[in-house]
């Protein structure tokens, strides 16, 4: 039986996926879901007055990234007394003007815990148009120009598929497919989506448990794949079927996501486990694990031979990818709600939820604090990075900051 929807289609036709070379950080944690992008490595190692581009003011609360395509950036937003006024807001990466803004009114719940909201989750694109995810369970495109292409209300469709803490999990895009975790104590789930109608190509029953974990992407039998985390464990999926081709079944963390290098998974999972999945199926190989590694919130990042992480005491750690093995760890200034991003000028940078940014530099023997700068505003998400600037949301505004002619020299 069809699925009965709350369908706004607005284009028709058959959709080819833009090109992502406009979109460098086109998703919840970059181009790679792992916090890491290569060829930026103009990015500046100093924040402070002096390389702060832009602040431009945001029209309600967010968590979710700001999204970079070509000369455009792209925050989600949800305002009102009740949080279920939906906004996407476009602004010009040259000057952080608003370009055009889009309002719309949530059909689904929007009860959220205090500390997060419904525009918790990280928007997406394939360079040509933009998707949008809500804690309501709103799904929309548009395109560059912030025409409507088409809407879903998936609690119309799946009425019991919420959480009265809120929802977080951000969708990406795999070929011409949205895939998205709608993961809750009840109508849990996860569903591929249609980029051209945003009708089902396919659902999968998921736990029935709380989760705010996002899917990611790594490479299986020489694809791209999805993997779905929960307390469960991870399961990798074909992005086209929702078909389950592996399941590593000993439990996972519902909160900080895994991050994916190749072939090669690090789960948040008894602390840290690092899994290999093998073409045939099946339990994947484990080939490392870390039990006194132990992520916050935050999801582990991804740089080249190694990856990093936060606790929930503050203390940053670096480690040898292939062995787990730690390399050093040093104290940082917290707490973190966000994930830690890094770029190729080797320094890694974090946002603690009072507002302090701080950059480390990842050059010597441990990581050296090397810059501080108070936003003044609480931060709750995780920095993008694109070109020469990286970006972070606060509650009230949107921060761009780039290098400068001393920090190109």
């Known amino acids: 039986m069809k699925d009965r929807f709350f369908l706004f289609l607005l284009v028709a036709g058959t959709l080819l996926a833009g090109s992502l070379a406009q979109a460098e950080w086109h998703r919840f944690r970059g181009p790679n879901g792992n916090g890491y992008i290569a060829g930026n490595a103009k990015v500046p190692t100093r924040l402070n007055a002096e390389t702060l581009a832009w602040k431009a003011p945001l029209p309600g609360r967010g968590l979710g990234s700001a999204i970079l ?14 949080q279920d006024k939906l906004e996407v807001v476009c602004f010009s990466n040259k000057d952080g003007a608003t370009l055009w803004r889009r309002a719309f009114w949530a059909t689904g719940r929007t009860m959220c815990h205090k500390k997060t909201c419904v525009a918790a989750p990280t928007p997406t694109t394939d360079g040509r148009n ?6 309501s369970n709103d799904l929309l495109s548009l395109d560059l120009d912030g025409n409507l292409r088409w809407m879903r209300g998936l609690t119309l469709d799946y009425p019991n598929a919420s959480n009265s803490l809120g929802m977080a999990s951000s969708p990406l895009i795999v070929g011409d497919t949205l895939v998205a975790q709608i993961e809750n104590d009840s109508e849990s789930f996860a569903a591929g989506f249609d980029l051209a109608t945003g009708i089902n190509k396919w659902k999968i029953d998921r736990p029935k448990a709380a989760n705010w974990t996002s899917p990611v992407t790594m490479k299986f039998g020489g694809e791209t794949i999805v993997a779905l985390q929960s307390s469960k464990g991870v399961t990798g999926v074909s992005a086209s079927t929702g078909s389950a081709l592996w399941n590593f079944s000993r439990g996972a963390s519902t909160i900080p996501s895994s991050a994916a290098a190749g072939d090669t998974l690090i789960v948040p999972s008894r602390g840290l486990t690092a899994l290999k999945p093998n073409d045939k199926g099946g339990e994947p190989a484990s080939l490392w694990s870390q039990k006194t590694q132990k992520p916050a919130t935050g999801s582990p990042l991804i740089t080249g031979t190694r990856y990093f992480f936060i606790n929930s005491a503050g203390v940053l750690t670096a480690a040898d990818r292939v062995t787990g ?34 950059v480390v530099d990842l050059s010597g023997e441990e990581g050296k604090v090397v810059s501080e700068f108070d936003l003044g505003q609480t931060i709750l998400g995780t920095a993008s ?16 900051f780039a290098a400068t002619e001393s920090e190109d020299s």
Request: with cysteine; charged share 20%; net charge positive.
């Open 385 to 400: 990075i694109a070109g020469n600037a990286i970006f972070i949301r606060s509650d009230q505004t949107l921060w761009k």
């Open 69 to 82: 395509i070509g000369d455009k950036v792209i925050v989600s937003a949800a305002g009102g007394p009740h």
């Open 130 to 135: 933009i998707y949008v995810l809500w804690s």
């Open 325 to 358: 093995d730690r390399l050093w760890r040093i104290r940082v200034k917290g707490p973190f709600s966000g994930s830690p991003v890094s770029c190729d000028n080797g320094h890694l940078y974090l946002f603690n939820e009072k507002g302090l940014a701080q």
